[in-house]
């Protein structure tokens, strides 16, 4: 079923992988993390990746990121070949890993800062982002005032701030409680549905996966190879009662059915 708000893969590519390898190296001798990774991802689509612990799912976040140069193959971005990182990405890690010693609004602004990109500008998109996580009455509060889950949002606000367009999120809400994880979610969708980016995210939650998602990837064991690639099919926008959905429930048992098939 093609829906009208969901992007299809006939679209523009942003991100396309080719024959992918990663093989870190070590003392131990070399560990495969990807090999003959190939997949496409259509601008503006939600992509989560489902995968066993240790199969490779940061490695390709890194790769994406242009954190880590792959062993062998094709990763492109927009067309283009990733050789480093990129001011069209932007990247939200498992941590909010703010800084400290810097208010709310300067952490939103380091990506300005260090990509040496109009700080006017980059000011009002940080007050129109704060403004989106709903955290507005913030900016002047330093990190350690701030609860977990309003520091993941300042996390996401930053990973936004240089209008990437391509977001790669590692498990953002891994450290969260359950109700916030609920709400970021929600938010997150929002966020999506409003600034229409591409989003790569990486969840350890079926649940979370479909919900948020346009695509789920599910990979399996190091060296990771996707093993079912699901086209969600829930209307949008998703609610509550998606949650409650015999559809969502459907869809979250397909995945969990082939997720359990990778642990073994
Ligand atoms: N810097 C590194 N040097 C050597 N091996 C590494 C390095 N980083 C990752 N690995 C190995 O590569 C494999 C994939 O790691 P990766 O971090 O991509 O897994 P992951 O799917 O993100 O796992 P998790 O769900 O636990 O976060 C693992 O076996 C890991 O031990
Ligand atoms: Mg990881």
Known sequence: MIQEGIPTMSGELIFRAENLGVTYQSSRGPTPALENFSTEMAKGEFVSILGPSGCGKSTLL?????LLTPSSGVVELAGEPITGPRRDVGIVFQQPTLLKWQTVLDNVLLPIRTLGMDLEVGRA????LLRLVELENFERHYPHEL???MQQRVGIARGLVHDPSLLLMDEPFAALDAMTRENMMIELQRIWMETRKSVIFITHSIPEAVFLSSRV???SHRPARILKDVTIDL???RTQETLGSARFAELCSEL???FSQTKK
Do not use: I, N
């Open 62 to 66: 890194k790769v994406a990121a242009g």
């Open 256 to 258: 969990r059915a082939m």
């Open 125 to 128: 998109r940080a007050h129109d």
């Open 235 to 237: 209307p949008l926008p």
């Open 147 to 149: 609860s977990g889950g």
């Open 217 to 219: 990837l599910v990979l």
